[in-house]
C-alpha cells in the first residue's frame, strides 16, 4: 500500500475507532440506565444493548488495526475462528431480535435483524475466506529463481533477498527474523511474511549485493539454529 492509500487508510481506521468507542460509551451507559430505571435490564434492551458491545467491539478492533498499520499473521481483519464467532453472533441475535419484533409487532426491529443477518452471513463468508489464505499458499521448488517470476520483481530492482515460501517455517519466526536480521518494524514485517506466504515467495532490494549476503546468511543461520527450512538467499540482475 502507498502512503496516500495508508493515510485513508488511517482516517478511516479512526473513525471506526472513534465510533466503536461511542457506542461501547453508549452501551454502558444503557445498561446503567436500565438498572436505574427498572432494576433489570429487559429482553428487549439486552438484545440492542448486545448489538452496541458487539459493534463497539468489532469498530475498536478495525479502528485499531487500521491506524496502527497492524495486520494479523493470517492477512485478515481477524482470524477465521474471531471472523465465524463474529458470524454466529449476529445471526444469533438478529433471530432473537426478529422473534421480538413479530411478536411484539415492532416491524423496525425485523429490519434491524435483516441487517445484522447480513453482517452475520458476510462475516462467515469473510471468516471462510481467510481460513482458505491460511491453509493454502503457493510453495516453489527450492531451486527457483524468484528473478524468473515477473510478477514477483519490485520496479527496479537490482539486489536484495530472495524468501521462498515452505510448509513448515512458522509465520511467526518468518516475522522475527525480518525483524531481527533485516531490520524491518513489526508491522512491515508482518506484511512482507503475508506477501512471502500468499505469493509463494518475495524479493527485497537492498543497498548492495553484499549487504544482501550478509543479511541472507543471518537469516539462514537462525533458520537452520531453529531447525526450519526457510530459504533466503543474496541474488542479484545480471
Request: aromatic fraction near 6%; glycine fraction near 10%.
Amino acid at each position: 500500500m502507498d502512503k496516500n492509500g495508508r493515510l485513508v487508510a488511517r482516517i478511516i481506521g479512526g473513525v471506526s475507532l472513534a465510533f466503536g468507542i461511542a457506542a461501547g460509551i453508549l452501551a454502558v451507559w444503557a445498561i446503567d440506565r436500565q438498572f436505574a430505571i427498572r432494576g433489570i435490564v429487559q429482553i428487549s434492551a439486552a438484545v440492542v444493548i448486545a448489538v452496541f458491545l458487539s459493534i463497539a467491539a468489532f469498530c475498536c478492533l478495525v479502528g485499531y488495526r487500521l491506524v496502527f498499520n497492524r495486520p494479523n499473521r493470517h492477512g485478515s481483519i481477524l482470524s477465521p475462528t474471531g471472523w465465524k464467532a463474529l458470524g454466529l453472533s449476529f445471526l444469533i441475535v438478529a433471530l432473537t431480535m426478529a422473534a421480538i419484533g413479530s411478536g411484539r409487532r415492532e416491524y423496525q426491529l425485523l429490519g434491524a435483524a435483516i441487517g445484522l443477518g447480513v453482517l452475520g452471513l458476510a462475516s462467515v463468508v469473510a471468516g471462510r475466506a481467510a481460513s482458505k489464505r491460511l491453509f493454502w499458499s503457493p510453495v516453489f521448488p527450492p531451486d527457483t529463481s524468484l528473478l524468473t517470476v515477473k510478477q514477483l520483481v519490485p520496479e527496479g530492482f537490482s539486489c536484495g533477498l530472495e524468501l521462498m515460501n515452505d510448509n513448515a517455517t512458522p509465520m511467526a519466526f518468518v516475522v522475527l527474523v525480518l525483524m531481527r536480521c533485516v531490520g524491518l518494524g513489526e508491522g512491515e514485517a508482518t506484511r512482507t511474511m503475508l506477501s512471502i506466504h500468499t505469493k509463494g515467495g518475495a524479493l527485497l532490494p537492498m543497498a548492495s549485493f553484499e549487504e544482501s549476503k550478509r543479511v541472507a546468511e543471518l537469516v539462514t543461520a537462525e533458520a537452520r539454529n531453529n531447525n526450519h527450512p526457510l530459504v533466503c538467499r543474496a541474488v542479484r540482475v545480471g
